[in-house]
């Protein structure tokens, strides 16, 4: 046996997984509505409103992303090259949206630029909300994303070009923003997917009048069931996505710079002088649209049931486990993070370690295939699991599906952060091995392994994050048992009743500060070598 | 490798356990907001045997839909929560089992029973509702949203998205008609004049845009005529009067149904459930789990239903046929006279 073959099966779980639980549903529900009226498909397609709702969910979708990198790079500078009182903290502050469920943020949202909001400014139903509202759940991707690769950069490179008389925005131009550009493509690239697909968002910020793809197949399959105009939209936006997803793979292939990276812990420095006034910027920005959405929520707890206290917490109690059971929503989402984070590791990594072997078309085009469940319609994915997954083995009300779902969305993350790790394992360490007799089996678990933990165990936590998290493709999947945490939250804004809403908000909270210890200790066994994300 | 042969047997045999022994099964698919004691469950399968599985699907809506897209070849036995807006489509979809419960006999026709195919468990208004303190003199018909003093005070969640929203659009087309001079859309201009503000979903109206348990400024919200004993039941501290209250004109009524779906393998447990869903101690628990109204007259309603909710007089209701025959040229008209 070849290396080179072995390391091909590796991928097999990961492209099996996609195939069964997103490939064959997708390709099956969009087969079933086009086919149902094809007569109809071109009047569909014709339609004014359809045109004009694409052209939005684009423009949205682009300023969105330029936006959050716009944001999000000079943060990224900052939290890579300079060491600052407050830095993991920060770095905590900024992740925890990533994970916030839509409902919660729409209503942070609303209190402050709705009508009558804090702010004083009435937004609701702008497109402004909802560009707000995508940085605000996107800027930890870019900080993270590109702010891990900053911090290997060796500054010697930008030193040598200054000390020839470029200016410091030439150095940048010229040598830094080059070398960044993969992490920035990709970040950019991830941050679209997200914004050219939110549903949640549109849904409570944009309405009555804004509305994306998503949202009209929501519409279509939710209340009017015309499954052909939904079928129509959910191509339209598989093809989007593809498209882009294609245009980022042939510039990240046409990008790829080898460089000599060095430990962050090398290249990060106290900011001097004028220095301190930039970083405070650069930081304070995204701290800013991170915070205070969330102090809101946090506000809104505290000040719950009139006075000023933690007293709402006990809202949680009080709620009939008749009506929400919190207690059993929250086992649910732990035990769905755990099934989620094991399952993740076990089909990302193998597919992670073919995609860094591979430094060609191939492991690039895995690693964008695999990228695709996070850009495509979960509306569409629930009812494509109702229309696929009935043979051979009725899977169709599973309890798997849901944390099967969340691995699709974990997975390219956990590929992200591990992939440029387990580049930077020499192979010269592993020659040696063999060398001294090591089998190829041996030679894993001795030399990769060890290295690969850190990495690994960042991945893990990031999965289980995300499974916490999720809400849409959660929402539409037809699920035995219990609820998670995000859908009680979400049930529980459903109902009337004051203490309904304290245990939305005290349940938001929860989720807060789970998301933020999680990260937190994200943060302290991050990986000393190269890390995405 | 022998380790993972074993590993592997005794997987299989454990999956073929669960598969044969226990107890019976019955599946239930729904949508997100049902609710029911976890007592009665355990008291239905120490009478029956039988236990209940609950397949939730997102909302009412989505899980119809789920299972049209399924019919014949369901993934449960029974559904609930289809509701008079939705049930004319699972009829023509060939969705359901004809079964008729001998507990409903004397009741269940009042609400419909689609020939036999489904049997009503519960039915909900939906109403506007007002913020008592701030607005001491309410609107008393749904033509007084038109005037000026009402300017700038309604709020209504987008009815192309949102069920309470759709159903409010039904009460003012019911109430205004379509060929009449003044017609629903007419109305809905006039609405529009005068500044009716249109959010996302109900969730937003009410908790965002409602001045007396949101943050904004509007006093009239459409809801359910049972969110005022919800207001008072979820209080803390304990209130004994809601701070909202039901405006009795522009009500729409609101029937969700439950039915044995065809192509079930447990058909029998099926009807039993079905049973238990219109027997009193379920009846009795649906006003405080969901906040609708049981069907069933023998039912006792919790007291503060009865000092606090109102069940309307005369609401508007349509027929479901012609609720499915119209359903989107009106929303497509209602963007055009709304949103436009």
Not at chain 1, 372 to 381: D, E, F, K, N, Q
């Amino acid at each position: 046996m070849t290396p080179r073959r072995s390391s091909a099966l590796l991928a097999l779980p990961a492209v099996v997984l996609g195939i069964v639980f997103f490939a064959w549903p997708m390709v099956s529900i969009i087969a079933t509505g086009l086919s149902a009226d094809p007569g109809r498909i071109a009047s569909i397609l014709g339609k004014g409103t359809t045109l004009s709702t694409v052209w939005f969910t684009l423009w949205q979708a682009v300023a969105s992303t330029i936006l959050t990198l716009l944001v999000g790079i000079p943060a990224a500078y900052a939290f890579s090259r300079f060491r600052f009182p407050g830095r993991a903290l920060a770095r905590v502050l900024v992740t925890i949206p990533f994970v916030l469920p839509t409902v919660v943020v729409a209503i942070a949202f609303l209190a402050l630029i709705g009508p009558g909001g804090v702010l004083g400014v009435d937004l609701a139903g702008t497109v402004w909300a909802i560009l707000a509202a995508h940085v605000f759940f996107n800027l930890a991707v870019v900080i993270r994303t590109v702010g891990s690769l900053w911090s290997h950069l060796d500054p010697r490179l930008e030193e040598a070009a200054a000390s020839l008389g470029a200016k410091p925005w030439t150095v940048f131009r010229t040598i830094t923003l080059p070398l960044l550009r993969p992490s920035i493509a990709a970040a950019g690239a991830i941050v679209f997917l997200f914004s050219f697909t939110s549903f949640g968002i549109v849904l409570l910020l944009g309405a009555p009048h804004l509305t994306t793809i998503e949202v009209e197949i929501y519409r279509s399959a939710a209340l009017v069931f015309d499954l052909p105009a939904a079928a129509v939209l959910a191509l339209i936006q598989v093809v989007g996505v593809t498209t882009g997803l294609i245009i980022y793979a042939r510039h990240q292939e046409r990008s790829g710079i080898g460089q000599h990276l060095l430990p962050a812990v090398a290249t990060a420095q106290r900011p001097v002088g004028r220095q301190r006034w930039l970083v405070a910027a650069a930081v304070g920005m995204p701290l800013a649209i991170s915070v205070i959405p969330i102090a809101v929520i946090v506000w809104r707890v505290l000040t719950a049931g009139g006075g000023v206290g933690l007293g709402s917490l006990r809202a949680i109690e009080a709620v009939d486990p008749s009506v929400v059971n919190v207690a059993s929503a929250i086992g649910n989402s732990l035990q769905f993070g755990v099934i989620a984070c094991t399952l993740t590791l076990m089909v990302a990594l193998p597919a992670a370690v073919v995609i860094a072997s591979r430094r060609g078309p191939m492991g690039r085009w895995l690693d964008t295939l695999l990228m695709l469940p996070i850009g495509s319609s979960a509306v569409t994915l629930g009812f494509g699991f109702v229309v696929a997954l009935d043979a051979p083995v009725d899977l169709r009300a599973w309890w798997g599906l849901v944390p099967i779902a969340h691995t699709l969305v974990a997975m390219p993350f956990v590929i992200r952060s591990t992939v440029p790790v387990i580049r930077s394992i020499g192979p010269r360490l592993r020659e040696a091995a063999a060398v001294l007799g090591a089998t190829p089996g041996r030679v894993w678990r001795t030399i990769d392994l060890p290295m690969l933990t850190p990495a690994a165990a960042g991945a893990a936590a990031l999965a289980f994050v995300i499974s916490l998290g999720e809400f849409g493709a959660t929402l539409f999947v037809a699920r035995p048992g219990g609820k998670t945490m995000t859908l009680a939250i979400f049930s529980l804004f459903g109902r009337p009743g004051p203490t309904n809403l304290s245990a939305a908000f005290a349940l938001s909270l929860l989720l807060i500060v789970v998301t933020g210890a999680v990260v937190a200790l994200l943060e302290r066994t991050r990986a000393p070598g190269v890390g995405s994300f | 490798m022998k380790r993972i042969t074993l590993l592997l047997a005794i997987f299989l045999v454990a999956a073929a356990c669960a598969e044969d022994s226990g107890p019976a099964t019955v599946r239930l698919l729904t949508h997100d907001f049902f609710a029911v004691p976890d007592e009665l469950l355990t008291q239905f399968t120490n009478e029956t045997g039988i236990e209940v599985e609950i397949i939730r699907g997102g909302d009412a809506g989505i899980v119809i839909n789920q299972a049209i897209l399924a019919s014949g070849n369901p993934v449960a036995d029974v559904l609930f929560g289809v509701d008079t807006t939705l049930l004319s489509r699972t009829i023509d979809a060939d969705l359901f089992q004809p079964y008729r419960s001998e507990i409903g006999r004397d009741f269940v026709d009042q609400y419909g029973t689609a020939g036999g195919l489904v049997t009503p468990i519960d039915f909900g208004d939906v109403c506007l509702n007002y913020d008592t303190i701030r607005l001491p003199n309410p609107p008393a018909s749904l033509e007084d949203l038109t005037a000026e003093r009402f300017r700038g005070m309604l709020v209504v969640p987008d009815p192309t998205i949102s069920t309470p929203g759709l159903a409010f659009l039904l009460a003012t087309i019911d109430r205004f008609g379509e060929t009449t001079p003044y017609n629903w859309r007419d109305y809905w201009a006039d609405l529009r004049a005068n500044d009716v503000e249109i959010v996302a979903d109900w969730g937003t109206a009410y908790y965002s845009s409602f001045s007396a348990t949101g943050t904004g400024s509007r006093p009239i919200v459409v809801s359910y005529a049972s969110s005022p004993p919800a207001e008072v039941l979820f209080s803390d501290p304990p209130i004994d009067r809601a701070t909202t209250a039901v405006i009795e004109d522009g009500c729409f009524r609101q029937v969700e149904y439950a039915g044995v779906l065809r192509g079930s393998r447990n058909q029998d447990s099926a009807r039993r459930l079905i049973d238990f869903m219109l027997s009193i101690p379920f009846q009795e628990s649906v006003p405080s789990s969901m906040f609708v109204f049981p069907v069933n007259p023998a039912a006792m309603l919790p007291e503060v239903f009865i000092g606090n909710a109102l069940v309307p007089s005369d609401p508007a209701s349509i027929d479901p046929d012609t609720i499915e025959q119209n359903r989107e040229r009106w929303l497509t008209e209602w963007i055009d006279t709304v949103l436009r």
